[in-house]
């Protein structure tokens, strides 16, 4: 059973950083690209980044370039983002998801995703 | 960065009613590479269709997706009363750049 366990989330001030993390069971990790995806209180969906299996391809949404990192550790089965500079916009959800492969981002699996409260 | 515009914003109808959600995208969407999915209050989104029309699986028939370019449409025949929550599509066409739209709600009349 695939399973995606989020962790890290809490609440932090404004212009600080903080990392969450992404434990993944249940299938080949190294295999398969990882995404973040984010959902502030009361609204929709929002991609935040992506890498590939290998880490070869990564990605990031206008709204966190030059301020997050993602990144992973096949040999961990973890997939991590580290996040600088947090701003009151940043509150969210943060939802780690399992792609379908090269050529195939979509989101099959979903954790249940961890909070961030950006707030002094 | 392809926009994604959903409606109606929220969707009232019955049990037993046909749902029609529309999709629509600022510029084509490559190889028609259109999500739709699924979420409840208080659980992670659920994958309903992918590349337009597929349906993912264990994901009854009565959702079905269609469309290609830059309209795309989820459509839920008769609706079931776990049916009644809202709906986002995602396009993955100008990978890595993915964009969700903003959600319609569906609702109990």
């Known amino acids: 059973e695939v399973q995606l366990v989020e962790s890290g989330g809490g609440l932090v001030q404004p212009g600080r950083s903080l990392r969450v993390s992404c434990a993944a069971s249940?299938?080949?990790?190294?295999?398969?690209?990882m995404h973040w995806v984010r959902q502030a209180p009361g609204k929709g969906l929002e991609w935040v980044s992506g890498i590939s299996w290998n880490s070869g391809s990564i990605g990031y949404a206008d709204s966190v370039k030059g301020r997050f990192t993602i990144s992973r550790d096949n040999a961990k089965n973890s997939l991590y983002l580290q996040m600088n500079s947090l701003r009151a916009e940043d509150t969210a959800l943060y939802y780690c998801?399992?792609?379908?492969?090269?050529?195939?981002?979509?989101?099959?699996?979903w954790g249940q995703g961890t909070l961030v409260t950006v707030s002094s | 960065e392809i926009v994604l515009t959903q409606s109606p914003g929220t969707l009232s109808l019955s049990p037993g009613e046909r749902a029609t959600l529309s999709c629509r995208a600022s510029q084509s969407v490559s190889s028609n590479y259109l999500a739709w999915y699924q979420q409840k209050p208080g659980q992670a989104p659920r994958l309903l269709i992918y590349?337009?029309?597929s349906r993912a699986t264990g994901i009854p028939d009565r959702f079905s997706g269609s469309g290609s370019g830059t309209d795309f449409t989820l459509t839920i025949s008769r609706l079931e009363p776990e049916d009644f929550a809202v709906y986002y599509c995602q396009q993955y066409g100008s990978s890595p750049k993915l964009t969700f739209g903003g959600g319609t709600k569906v609702e109990i009349k």
């Open positions: 590349g337009a029309s």
């Open positions: 249940g299938f080949t990790f190294d295999d398969y690209g």
């Open positions: 998801a399992k792609d379908r492969g090269v050529g195939t981002t979509y989101f099959d699996y």
